[in-house]
Antibody
Framework: EMQLVESGGDVVRPGGSLRLSCAAS????????MTWVRQVPGKGLEWVSGINWIGGSSYYADSVEGRFTISRDSAKNSLYLQMSSLRAEDTALYHC???????????????WGRGTLVTVSS | EIVMTQSPATLSVSPGERVTLSCRSSQSVSSDLAWYQQKPGQAPRLLIH???TRATAIPARFSGSGSGTEFTLSISSLQSEDFAVYYC??????????FGQGTKLEIK
């Protein structure tokens, strides 16, 4: 069964840092681009960051550019999001999701995890 | 940024009815449009990509249409498990991908 399981969410103070992880199983992780999408509880979806299948290109929403870093370790079938200078408005459920296969340019997301909750509060 | 606008925000329908959800983009996204379903406490699920291609294992009662700036998701005969929130996403302007605000489908 194909699966994505996020972890690392926590309560953190404004200005603090946190590292999220996403463990992939049931598919060839190294063949797919990956992404993070966040969701304020009860609200809509906001794309945060993406990384291509070989990890050579990464992309960020303006709201997190310069503060968040996406990375991947295909040997461990894992995706990461290093978050720093956290703000109250970063509070959300963070989902990892599978993007396009290899060189496909179509960035829709066909497999999602349930998410890990990040709360930024003093 | 391409703004995606979904309507209506909430739709109350009865099981067995046919329903059509709308998604409009602020500029053309060609056919680079996906639809997702999300139930409470669950991850979003891809229903449609390329505006009209059903994803793997999605029932035939779900269909998508449109191109350019106007898109629709239709469900031909609502089942109890279809009551959920539906989101559209444009990926034409990658990496500036954007989602609509969602349409909640509730039981009448």
């Amino acid at each position: 069964e194909m699966q994505l399981v996020e972890s690392g969410g926590d309560v953190v103070r404004p200005g603090g840092s946190l590292r999220l992880s996403c463990a992939a199983s049931g598919f060839a992780f190294g063949d797919y681009a990956m992404t993070w999408v966040r969701q304020v509880p009860g609200k809509g979806l906001e794309w945060v960051s993406g990384i291509n299948w070989i990890g050579g290109s990464s992309y960020y929403a303006d709201s997190v550019e310069g503060r968040f870093t996406i990375s991947r370790d295909s040997a461990k079938n894992s995706l990461y999001l290093q978050m720093s200078s956290l703000r109250a408005e970063d509070t959300a459920l963070y989902h990892c999701a599978r993007g396009p296969h290899a060189r496909s340019p179509y960035w829709y997301f066909d497999l999602w995890g349930r998410g890990t909750l990040v709360t930024v509060s003093s | 940024e391409i703004v995606m606008t979904q309507s209506p925000a909430t739709l109350s329908v009865s099981p067995g009815e046919r329903v059509t959800l709308s998604c409009r983009s602020s500029q053309s996204v060609s056919s680079d449009l996906a639809w997702y379903q999300q139930k409470p406490g669950q991850a979003p699920r891809l229903l449609i990509h390329g505006a009209s291609t059903r994803a793997t294992a999605i029932p035939a009662r779900f269909s998508g249409s449109g191109s350019g700036t106007e898109f629709t998701l239709s469900i031909s005969s609502l089942q109890s498990e279809d009551f959920a929130v539906y989101y559209c996403q444009q990926y034409n302007n990658w990496p500036r991908t954007t989602f609509g605000q969602g349409t909640k489908l509730e039981i009448k």
